[in-house]
């Protein structure tokens, strides 16, 4: 893997990241909820097959991210029972599967939601000043890179998944309920420190193999629906992030389009290697996700290089690999 190459001067102590289960590393292993996924199938590919709460066959996206800006290998979970000072220095990950910038969203799973993940980096921030001091821990989150994935889950599961928001809510009126939480939580993040933030917008939710089968119609294509949400949200995302970048003295808010590199693959996946884009590795690859219907007990195709998803919902290593190889070099020097 190519490392990102800083320039003269320029220091990544660590990295932090926030939001969904893109990026969750173990979050929800041991929480009450069945949005988990500590258990085989999952991490066949991670560590000599280890299943580490990773939403995925091996690596996700902060993983590889903190490999190439050279700060480690992975990035492990705050609530790792096992995690160590080092690990808390360099960047842990506060996402939780199932968790979105709708308060409801969190709720409906029983997961951790953005507000609790920021208060643990409250404590975190803490533990980081007993360790090494106020000035070094200030450094830390200066120089830190930091993640913000979420919304897939309330677009997909919130708002198109359950009764409780359409009634009060059109699209564009729940997108902009979405975005005052997105924007809320930046300013909150840039208060406790962070400066290099990246912003990942939502990819194209109607392709993803569960959501082709519950809105796809019987040839299971992408569902428009999903994708036309998913696009407007994005915009009003992307418009957020430069007024924040004007308002927030020495920020760097990059605003990371996912949506356009991840159609883009399942457009052309031959391009990039990949047979099977519209069905998951696990299981019939048409609706298991997490816990519940991906699990121990079903089958899993026998090589999980040719697919895009590891499940109906997430990727697979590969598929991650290949999105960061085609976005980091771009994004990650916008941050300098």
């Given at each position: 893997m190519a490392k990102v190459k800083l320039p003269p001067n320029v220091t990544v102590p660590g990295l932090f990241a926030f939001g969904d289960s893109i990026i969750d590393a173990g979050m929800n292993n041991n929480i009450k909820t069945v949005i988990k996924c500590n258990h085989p199938p999952y991490g066949q590919d991670f560590m000599g097959g280890i299943p580490t709460g990773r939403f995925s066959n091996g690596r996700v996206p902060t993983d590889l991210l903190a490999e190439e800006l050279s700060i480690k290998e992975y990035v492990p979970a705050y609530l790792d029972p096992n995690l160590s000072s080092e690990d808390l220095l360099t960047g842990v990950t506060f996402a939780s599967g199932g968790a979105g910038f709708d308060p409801l969203t969190s709720k409906l799973s029983s997961v951790i939601s953005l507000p609790q993940q920021l208060d643990y980096f409250k404590e975190g921030i803490e533990k980081m000043k007993e360790l090494v001091g106020i000035e070094k821990t200030n450094f830390i989150l200066t120089n830190s890179v930091y993640y913000l994935v979420a919304g897939s889950d309330d677009i997909s599961n919130t708002y198109y998944g359950t009764p409780f928001?359409?009634?009060?809510?059109?699209?564009?009126?729940?997108?902009?309920?979405?975005?005052?939480?997105?924007?809320?939580?930046?300013?909150?993040?840039?208060?406790?420190?962070?400066?290099?933030?990246?912003?990942?917008?939502?990819?194209?939710?109607?392709?993803?193999?569960?959501?082709?089968?519950?809105?796809?119609?019987?040839?299971?294509?992408?569902?428009?629906?999903?994708?036309?949400?998913?696009?407007?949200?994005?915009?009003?995302?992307?418009?957020?992030?430069?007024?924040?970048?004007?308002?927030?003295?020495?920020?760097?808010?990059?605003?990371?389009?996912?949506?356009?590199?991840?159609?883009?693959?399942?457009?052309?996946?031959?391009?990039?290697?990949?047979?099977?884009?519209?069905?998951?590795?696990?299981?019939?690859?048409?609706?298991?996700?997490?816990?519940?219907?991906?699990?121990?007990?079903?089958?899993?195709?026998?090589?999980?290089?040719?697919?895009?998803?590891?499940?109906?919902?997430?990727?697979?290593?590969?598929?991650?690999?290949?999105?960061?190889?085609?976005?980091?070099?771009?994004?990650?020097?916008?941050?300098?």
């Open positions: 928001r359409r009634p009060h809510y059109d699209i564009d009126s729940y997108t902009d309920l979405m975005l005052d939480s997105a924007s809320s939580f930046v300013q909150d993040l840039y208060k406790l420190g962070a400066r290099r933030i990246g912003i990942f917008n939502i990819p194209p939710l109607g392709c993803v193999p569960s959501q082709r089968t519950v809105g796809g119609g019987i040839l299971r294509e992408c569902a428009e629906n999903y994708n036309q949400a998913c696009q407007l949200f994005n915009s009003k995302l992307s418009a957020a992030i430069d007024s924040l970048s004007s308002k927030l003295p020495n920020s760097k808010l990059v605003y990371v389009d996912i949506y356009t590199t991840f159609l883009d693959l399942i457009q052309n996946p031959n391009k990039y290697g990949f047979e099977q884009i519209a069905r998951g590795c696990c299981g019939t690859g048409v609706i298991e996700v997490t816990s519940l219907l991906c699990n121990k007990f079903d089958a899993v195709c026998p090589d999980d290089s040719i697919y895009l998803f590891w499940d109906s919902y997430h990727p697979t290593e590969k598929g991650y690999k290949t999105i960061n190889d085609l976005l980091t070099h771009t994004y990650v020097q916008s941050f300098f």
